[in-house]
């Protein structure tokens, strides 16, 4: 295979549609070198007879081709989803399965030259479950990042008796969603990773969002455990950035105290309850509790031992016998992690329950990062679908000039593929687990993303391509199945094939206030011309609050930290921070959509009622769910996370400068609510 060839069959672009609108030829070298990264393949590869997966959409013709023409095939036969066999015919023209298919995750065997082949079938609906009730009204709720939240109970990061209490309290309100960050496991032991993220999984739940005074077994030991440790809880509690390191050394001896009260007092009905969840979790789940007890071992050894990729050779794969040794000699470990996911599961659980029980109609909405830590248990356990040696990000654009690199490893698609999609099938399907809506960050990232070589800068790089189509009919069968919608990060350069792939699957597109203009980019969007299948946002974790992107308090803070390239950078953003300053007061002024009952000037404002007026512009529009951050009632002027930062800035720390009972316990922040309820209420369509 030629290097030609190799860059088609691992599709990299050789040029790509840059920020100006202008086909960007990739050079050569930088191919090569990304070949070279990513080929983990034999040259001589025997064509196969079949592919190894075959995902076939809703009205497509119900057949599968083999790779090799006019084979003599014999005892064919399909396997459905549940073990149901029926034999099938073969013709010149392919396997036909039959008309009845039921969507699902389906295998087919045959007999070829006395030898035994198979492959993964998959049939997938054409759209994504949307709710019927959204084609009739207009929601809104909120958006939280829940490790901000303050309580007058939690021991310094929100945790899931905090989210239920959010839930009930805004449902109360008329909120009928409540968005999250991810969910996804981070590393236990030191909390040197904060980022959601940047998880280690995103198939398991983070254990810190427990809250282990609620596990029932525990309540007396947690009441004297609380005892022992409240000076540390009410300092951890009391400072205005969540202190990671503390607090995930505090929640660790407390979910040990917690295993061992359950394993003492549990009634034979709780110990059947956790003993059918590990029985019944996949292998994947069993290996990345594995993973968190190995992480453990070795932390605990040396605690510079913070990635999988220093432990000794034999266990960095699973399949050896050293770590097969230490899961036997080490049960009771694994099964705490376990044990730890089980109880997340059932608090987790209970809030969609809380949330959809006191009125909401969709309840929870997740989030799913676009991929994971290199050093988590995801790259230990899929070693042939994650790559280390490449990294993903995003191309040059105007705010960064040399692109972006996240540090996270690349999926390798034809691996993916190998797999049957499975990696994939098992993502979507843990993120779907309670909740009434997913979002996909990057959405994009379904159909291709900018990798490049790892530790080098996105100049380096070039795109690598995903089968889209297939990725999208597994969604929407997940979709389907759980009856969970989503919703699809599409910001900056979203390219046709996106777009129209989301209108085919009924995604809902991601609108952001801060960016939706109109007229030559000139004024605001108006509320009317908002779209209608789309959830929209004044911001997000990635940007300034509302108050602080009026006030241009992330530009300062970049100043401050000479992170600008040049004066004129932070010159040219002030002034579109102007630019937006004008557009906002002619929108709230024009007379379609006038929110106050004189002209208003930029004189006039201030950070709670541009707030105010935002909140109430965007509950007009059209788009058929409206959420709204915490940060911005509490005109919460930091932002959580300052893109181009690093240990420069405390991203994903700082909290909330309110409890939840004092959030609700507001009369102007209430009335804002009840002023966006009856806005919704009221939207024209």
């Known amino acids: 295979m030629n290097i030609d060839e190799k860059i088609k069959k691992m599709g990299l672009a050789r040029s790509y549609l840059n920020k100006n609108d202008e086909i960007e030829e990739i050079q050569i070298n930088k191919l090569h070198a990304l070949v070279d990264l990513l080929d983990r393949t034999d040259n001589n590869e025997p064509q196969t007879l079949f592919e190894d997966c075959y995902v076939i959409i809703e009205g497509d013709i119900l057949l599968v081709t083999p790779n090799i023409e006019h084979p003599d095939l014999s005892q064919v036969v399909l396997t459905l989803e549940n073990e149901k066999k029926i034999p099938l015919t073969f013709t010149s023209g392919g396997i036909h399965l039959p008309s009845e298919l039921p969507f699902g995750y389906h295998q087919i065997n045959v007999q070829w030259h006395n030898q035994a082949y198979a492959c993964r079938v998959i049939y997938a609906p054409k759209k994504c479950y949307t709710p019927d009730d959204f084609y009739t009204n207009k929601i809104w709720g909120f958006a939280v990042q829940l490790y901000t939240v303050r309580s007058e109970s939690n021991w310094g990061l929100g945790n899931l008796t905090d989210l239920q209490m959010f839930a009930e309290k805004g449902a109360a309100l008329g909120a009928n969603v409540l968005g999250l960050n991810p969910l996804h496991l981070l590393y236990n032991d030191d909390g040197r990773i904060c980022s959601p993220y940047s998880p280690s999984s995103r198939l398991l739940l983070d254990p810190k969002y427990i809250d282990w005074q609620k596990l029932p077994e525990a309540e007396k030991a947690m009441t004297t455990f609380y005892a022992e440790n409240e000076t540390l809880i009410h300092e951890l509690r009391a400072v205005d950035l969540v202190d990671y390191q503390q607090y995930s050394q505090l929640i660790f001896l407390a979910a040990k105290v ?50 999988w990729q220093q432990w000794p050779a034999e266990y960095q794969n699973y399949q050896s016998q050293a770590v097969q040794k230490f899961l036997i000699e080490y049960h009771e470990e694994v099964r705490f992690y376990q044990f730890m996911q089980w109880v997340a599961d059932e608090q987790l659980a209970a809030t969609q329950a809380a949330a959809t029980g006191g009125g909401m109609s969709l309840g929870l909405y997740r989030d799913l990062a676009v991929g994971v830590d290199n050093h988590g248990a995801e790259t230990w356990m899929y070693g042939d679908v994650y790559n280390c040696d490449v990294s993903v990000g995003a191309p040059p654009d105007e705010l960064a000039l040399h692109g972006q690199n996240w540090q996270l490893p690349v999926m390798n698609p034809r691996a993916l593929k190998a797999r049957g999609y499975e990696p994939f099938t098992q993502m979507i399907r843990a993120n779907m687990a309670h909740a009434g809506a997913l979002r996909i960050d990057h959405i994009m990232g379904l159909f291709r993303i900018w990798c490049m070589p790892a530790g080098q800068d996105a100049s380096n790089g070039t795109y690598i391509h995903y089968p889209l189509r297939e990725l999208m009919g597994i969604l929407a069968l997940e979709s389907q199945r759980q009856q969970c919608m989503v919703i699809g990060e599409d910001l900056g350069m979203v390219p046709q094939e996106i777009s129209k792939a989301m209108n085919d699957a009924d995604i809902y597109s991601y609108k952001v206030f801060l960016f939706e203009r109109e007229n030559n980019e000139q004024d605001l969007k108006s509320p009317q011309n908002y779209e209608e299948r789309a959830l929209a946002t004044l911001s997000t974790h990635d940007l300034p609050t509302m108050a602080g992107y009026w006030q241009s308090v992330d530009l300062d803070i970049l100043k401050r930290l000479k992170l600008f390239p040049s004066e004129s950078d ?33 004189s006039d404002l201030n950070s709670k009622s541009v707030v105010a007026l935002a909140h109430e512009y965007l509950a007009s529009s059209q788009a058929n769910i409206t959420v709204f951050q915490p940060d911005d009632f509490l005109a919460i002027l930091n932002p959580i996370n300052l893109p181009g930062t690093t240990d420069q800035y405390p991203n994903w720390r700082r909290k909330l400068s309110h409890t939840v009972e004092d959030f609700f316990d507001c009369d102007e922040r209430v009335s804002q609510m009840k002023r966006i309820n009856n806005k919704r209420k009221n939207v024209i369509r």
């Open 258 to 307: 917690a295993y061992k009260e359950f394993v003492t007092h549990a009634d034979q009905k709780r110990i059947a309850q956790f003993n059918a969840y590990v029985k019944n979790s996949s292998e994947s789940h069993h290996l990345i509790c594995l993973f968190q007890a190995l992480y453990h071992y070795f932390y605990q050894k040396n605690n510079a031992i913070n990635s």
């Open 570 to 602: 932070y010159q040219r953003l002030s002034k579109n921070r102007a630019s937006f300053q004008q557009a906002f007061v002619r929108a709230i002024n024009n007379k379609t959509t006038r929110l106050n009952e004189k002209e208003t000037s930029i």
